[in-house]
């Protein structure tokens, strides 16, 4: 009898000491968790909200691919991800009939579409909360963007804090006359790309209100074309940029190589 007690004794002791510890391990796999969803890295998408551009109304929006592709890398990547647009209202997607595409199909029949449809006003958005910013092209950008006084103080503000700004086809016009604190144009010596004027002579020169490249090199872009619609994106510094929709998927991959380096 009394081994039997003594035998019960240990298996007590023991039970309750056990207890203790998986309780620390719920309580560090709960702090684990937290920490994991305090570092997960934030995205905002600024889109244009123009679905006309030119003399002649051509439709337009962002373009498919441009949205979908760094869409499907930062989602990958596991980051989260939202979406601003200069007024709040719906934005517009250009270029539908390039569906087929496996990340462009996954954007349209997933969250992507839902999420950019109910895109938040830009001057609601506290932008300091993110790491990067990115905007994406289409002929949209070009009737909204070039002189949005908002955006050009978000780009500004991202860029001189260390967040990653980057930008892809027509959507480097949001880096237009954007001056940093020192009283600089954000682009001056810059190595940057867009769309290039030769590949705009060949797409839309009738109903782009001027030629990007030419414009961001007037003030003092550094300018690095490819061959026309081939892809080619540039990281400088915090800086990403685009040449063309082929170029969407490059840009992304270079803003999360940023994103992910070690903090200096």
């Known amino acids: 009898m009394k081994k039997i007690m003594i035998l019960t004794m240990a298996l007590s002791f023991f039970a309750a000491s056990a207890q203790p510890k998986k309780e620390n391990k719920v309580s560090e796999e709960k702090t684990n968790h937290k920490n994991e969803t ?22 337009t929006g962002s373009f ?3 949205v979908a592709h760094p869409y499907a890398e930062f989602d990958r990547a596991n980051y989260q991800i939202d979406f601003a647009s200069l007024t709040g209202d ?12 496996p990340d462009n199909l996954a954007f349209l029949t997933g969250k992507g579409w839902e999420t950019m449809q109910k895109a938040v006003k830009l001057s609601n ?4 909360t993110y790491d990067a910013v990115f905007v994406p092209g289409g002929l ?5 963007m070039p002189e949005n ?7 500004k503000e991202t860029y001189e804090r260390n967040g990653v700004v ?7 016009v949001s880096l237009l006359n954007v001056k940093l604190s020192d009283g600089s144009y954000l682009v001056n010596g810059k190595n940057i790309t867009s769309f290039t004027d030769e590949e705009e002579k060949g797409y839309a020169i009738a109903d782009v209100p001027f030629l990007l490249e030419s414009a961001l090199t007037k003030q003092g872009a550094k300018f690095h074309a490819a061959a026309v619609w081939s892809a080619h994106s540039i990281a400088d510094g915090n800086l990403v940029t685009g040449q063309n ?16 380096a070690p903090k200096k």
């Open 38 to 59: 305090k570092m997960k890295k934030r995205i905002l998408i600024i889109v244009s909200n123009a679905n006309t551009i030119g003399p002649n109304n051509r439709r």
């Open 64 to 66: 498919l691919p441009e």
């Open 90 to 101: 719906t934005p517009y997607l250009d270029a539908l009939n390039l569906a087929g595409d």
């Open 125 to 128: 958005v506290d932008v300091s």
């Open 140 to 144: 949209a950008p070009m009737v909204d």
């Open 149 to 155: 006084a908002l955006l050009k103080k978000v780009i």
């Open 166 to 172: 980057g930008a892809v086809c027509h959507g480097p």
């Open 245 to 260: 929709p082929a170029s969407a998927k490059g840009v992304a991959e270079k803003m999360i190589v940023i994103l992910e």
